[in-house]
Nanobody, 118 residues
Framework: VQLQASGGGLVQAGGSLRLSCRAS????????MGWFRQAPGKEREVVAAINKTGVRKNYADSVKGRFIISRDNAKNTVYLQMNALKPEDTAVYYC????????????WGQGTQVTVSS
């Protein structure tokens, strides 16, 4: 599966953005999906994850209550709705696919930059 992330940009603190990640192929529903981010000088961290059916979702503590992960298997797309953005959310955001939901992300998108100004 190939992943194409989009939707990043520059936003003021308190604003919102929605990231999208579209997958190629016909097996999208077989993958758990995750959003990760990496800020300059920091390690990559998981932001949110969603299982194959979209029923189970997990979030990093830093984004709970502000970010929402969702997926539309008919459109081969996973979303990350980001609300109440903070300057510390500034990072390159990546989507990733975990075949079968085994906990190992084997496919990665190219990343999209999110910059939150104070």
């Amino acid at each position: 599966v190939q992943l194409q992330a989009s939707g990043g940009g520059l936003v003021q603190a308190g604003g919102s953005l929605r990231l999208s990640c579209r997958a190629s192929g016909r097996t999208f529903g077989s993958y758990a999906m995750g959003w990760f981010r990496q800020a300059p000088g920091k390690e990559r961290e998981v932001v949110a994850a969603i299982n194959k059916t979209g029923v189970r979702k997990n979030y990093a503590d830093s984004v709970k209550g502000r970010f929402i992960i969702s997926r539309d298997n008919a459109k081969n797309t996973v979303y990350l709705q980001m609300n109440a953005l903070k300057p510390e959310d500034t990072a390159v955001y990546y989507c990733a696919a975990d075949y079968g939901g085994q906990g190992s992300y084997s496919h990665w998108g190219q990343g999209t930059q999110v910059t939150v100004s104070s």
